[in-house]
């Protein structure tokens, strides 16, 4: 299926960058009744982007999908940014991500939390780790764990990490400590089977490495902080891309040793170029931004992205309220949109 097709517009070259509000913190919507259809705190979503580049179609339809599968249970939508990665985070891309979300009408309740103030909440949860002896430090460098991820490690899955820190002898350790490189610490997990149901996709079930908790800078790793985000905010149902399914036993198993409940979970289908990769700029216009500049408006790129999951029709401009009565996650497609 083609790009011009879905969006019903002809694609543009050189197109220039949407104009954004300062910030958007919070976007608040009183909710009609008819919008409770099932009920229930423990469906509460929330969407998580990264402020490391502009968001694309497929980012903004899986924004879209966790928002109707948390609003038509009658839920609260919540939004977080995931800033850990400083070097990778840009100045001025979340409050462009914000806009963008606000532009196709979705809204979310209170203000937006960012990992960049929670260093507290992480660090005290990876001290108890420790305390329970649940971690070990990793002195191991890039290219050490690219050389032993890539040998056989029985019931490891390929490119896991095989614990070669984890038996260190103490003079080992000494020797390595010495030498001056930071260690990242690791949490043990004895190669667990982790096993979860998702809603879209069905059982799915992955094998555990010793996954990192703290970076050698002393960075929470992604792995921990969205458990212990998820569980402070009260998310009950996490909707996000198929690509990241297979985190997902990682970070069950990281809340299983923190003591914490485990959310509910839908991977829904990529969007991906017509070559079948990843959405990328050499794809055309597949930000909001180039669909704006190529005649576009907002809504119309709504329905287009509502329409690539069967919830429209062509040419139909459905309202939000049209796509919450219509929205079913049973009947959702779940293989991927070639654009």
Same mark, same amino acid.
């Given at each position: ?5 879905? %969006?019903?517009?002809? =694609? ?10 300062? +910030?958007?913190?919070? !976007? ?24 490391? $580049?502009?968001?694309? *179609? ?5 924004? *879209? ?14 939004? #977080? ?11 001025? !891309? ?18 937006? =939390?960012?990992? /960049? $103030? +929670?260093?507290?909440? &992480?660090?005290?949860? !990876? ?8 971690? &070990? ?32 002898? +103490? ?16 949490? #043990?997990?004895?190669?667990?089977? =982790? ?15 010793? @996954?990192? =908790? ?7 790793? &992604? ?17 996000? $891309?198929?690509?990241? !399914? ?23 289908? %990529? @969007? ?9 700029? +050499? ?13 576009? /408006?907002? %809504? ?7 329409? /690539?999951?069967? *919830? ?28």
């Amino acid at each position: 299926m083609m790009l011009d097709h879905v %969006l019903g517009c002809k =694609v543009s070259e050189g197109l220039p960058a949407i104009v954004t509000t300062p +910030r958007l913190e919070g !976007i608040m919507r009183p909710m009609p009744a008819d919008r409770h259809i099932h009920g229930g705190e423990d469906a509460t979503g929330r969407y998580a982007p990264s402020p490391t $580049g502009t968001l694309h *179609l497929g980012n903004l339809r899986t924004a *879209l999908l966790a928002w109707l599968f948390a609003r038509s249970q009658g839920a609260r939508f919540l939004m #977080r940014i995931d800033d850990l990665d400083r070097q990778r985070v840009r100045p001025g !891309i979340a409050e462009q991500q914000l806009a963008d979300l606000a532009a196709l009408g979705l809204d979310w309740d209170g203000p937006v =939390v960012r990992q /960049s $103030g +929670r260093l507290e909440a &992480y660090a005290a949860e !990876i001290a108890q780790l420790d305390a329970d002896g649940a971690l &070990y430090p990793c002195f191991c460098t890039r290219a050490e764990i690219r050389q032993a991820a890539s040998a056989p490690h029985g019931a490891l899955p390929e490119g896991s990490y095989p614990g070669t820190c984890r038996e260190l002898t +103490r003079a080992e350790r000494a020797a390595r400590e010495a030498s001056g490189r930071p260690p990242a610490l690791r949490l #043990r997990a004895e190669a667990a089977t =982790v096993a979860f149901t998702d809603r879209l996709l069905g059982r799915y079930e992955g094998t555990v490495d010793d @996954l990192v =908790v703290r970076r050698n800078d002393g960075v929470p790793a &992604y792995n921990l902080a969205v458990v212990v985000d998820d569980t402070a905010a009260g998310v009950g149902e996490v909707v996000r $891309g198929a690509d990241l !399914i297979e985190t997902t036993p990682r970070q069950l198993h990281v809340a299983a040793r923190l003591g914490m409940p485990t959310p509910r979970y839908a991977h829904v289908p %990529l @969007l991906l170029g017509a070559d079948g990769a990843r959405l990328a700029k +050499r794809h055309g216009a597949v930000t909001l931004a180039g669909r704006v500049a190529a005649g576009q /408006s907002p %809504l119309e790129v709504r329905a287009a992205l509502a329409r /690539s999951v069967g *919830l429209a029709a062509p040419r139909e401009l459905p309202t939000l309220d049209e796509l919450l009565h219509r929205f079913d996650p049973s009947v959702l497609p779940t293989e991927p949109t070639v654009l």
